[in-house]
């Protein structure tokens, strides 16, 4: 007698159980995070990555990701809820899939999808009846429904028939503290009622809300919503800072006194362009995935526009700067910029503004050197390769005394501001650590 195919049934009794085990592909910012929290939620799960450092990492008890202890790595891999493998043929065995693999851009600034689809192939080679894929790179609307439906389904089986389907977005916040992956509420989708059923289950039993959507094109959408609304906020307070620095009004102070507002107003802080894998990206999804639809994108397109131009604002103000008080062109003087994280308190230089800032100092004929706690080299990066492996000035008086200019890039909380205020001749603050620590100079100019 043939025996029935697993019904959604089987794998809803399975995650109420705890008896479902899960694959997470992908164990960087996002997939480590969520991997840990799966298994504390009492779920054994089966971490999958392409590096093979990440994975002896992990055997080792060590993490490489702040916001994950490696006590708590040791502690879930000892008790055998977390392992990680790169036998891709092992997908076979978990009952739930969820994939966090990038979702970059391309040399074109276009969606580049291969990891995705990379990861779908490599799940559909093994995919069973019973299984629940969910999607949380971030990516444009359509995608869960379009290509990866499509590589699933390419074996035959069918989505909302035979295997289940969703999308949850990721929401990290780096360096932020006061969230965990299960306290950060998650938006669920799933592909039809019975995944719907699944995602909240799941999802359910591993963070604190759930917020189900009715599609999982809604659900994608929701996630270039947020990093769209910030990109153009940021960039509307990095347009107000230009326009008010000529008016000789320092924005600083005017966010912070229009954040007394009690209603309508929500701060943003200008900067010395987008960093990260989230902001300078994200947005460029909804762009490309709207030309189909032969609709503008102009808010967005402005506001990356004006972001992307603040690298070079800066720099302008350093030139200037140092021609009228110091007497010295860029192209002969030593600047050190402080911080090459994209954020403070964090090491993650993905995308960062920092990096553009040495690149334009040395473009025009200056030096540049960093100093970051968090980034002791520079690690390999797909658009800096030739940065790679120059190591962070080390910290003492006469290193930094011997710099023309101190230009602040990242507000690090462990970096002694104090100290910078009186050993150096000149500093341009991007991010207004000075102020905001009552420290005072003639010495200090706001970029
Ligand atoms: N970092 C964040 O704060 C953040 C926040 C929200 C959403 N996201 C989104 O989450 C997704 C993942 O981002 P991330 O920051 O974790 O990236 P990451 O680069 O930190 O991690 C991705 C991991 O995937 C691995 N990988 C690459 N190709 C693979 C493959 N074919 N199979 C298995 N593993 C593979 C990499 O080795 C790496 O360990 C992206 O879509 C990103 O936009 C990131």
Known sequence: MPT?????????????????????????????????????????????????????????????????????LAEEHRAGRFAATSDF??????????ICVPTPLTRH?????????????DIARTLRPGQLIVLESTTYPGTTDGLVRRTLEAGGLKSGHDFFLGFSPEREDPGNRQFQTSTIPKVVAGDGAEAQALVVAFYGAVVKTVVPVSS??????????????????????????????????????????????????MPFYPGPGLGGHCIPIDPFYLTWASRAYELPTRFIELAGEINSAMPRHVVEKLAEALDRRQGKALSRSKVLVIGLAYKKNVPDIRESPSLKLIELIEERGGSASYYDPHVPEIPPTREYGAFKGRPSVAWSEAEIRA????????????????????????????????????????TIIKA
């Open 4 to 72: 029935a195919l697993p019904s959604h049934e089987t794998l809803l009794a399975r995650i109420q159980s705890r008896e479902a085990r899960i694959g997470i592909i992908g164990l960087g910012y996002v997939g480590l995070p969520l991997a840990i929290t799966v298994a504390r939620a009492g779920f054994t799960v089966l971490g999958f990555d392409v590096d093979p450092g990440k994975i002896v990492a992990i055997d080792a008890g060590k993490s490489y990701i702040e916001a994950v202890s490696s006590e708590i």
């Open 89 to 98: 043929d092992r997908l076979g065995d978990c009952d739930v899939i969820a």
């Open 109 to 121: 600034r276009d969606p580049d999808m291969s990891f995705v689809e990379k990861t779908c192939r």
């Open 216 to 265: 999982t094109a809604t659900a994608e959408a929701v996630k270039l919503t947020e990093n769209v609304f910030r990109a153009v906020n940021i960039a509307l307070v990095n347009e107000l800072k230009v326009i008010y620095e000529a008016m000789g009004v320092d924005i600083w102070e005017v966010i912070d006194a229009a954040s007394s507002k009690p209603f309508g107003y």
């Open 403 to 442: 710099f023309d200019a101190v230009l602040i890039a990242t507000d690090h909380d462990g970096v002694d501001y104090a100290a910078i205020a009186d050993w150096s001749a000149l500093i341009v603050d991007t991010r207004n650590v000075f102020a905001r620590r009552g420290i005072t100079a003639d």
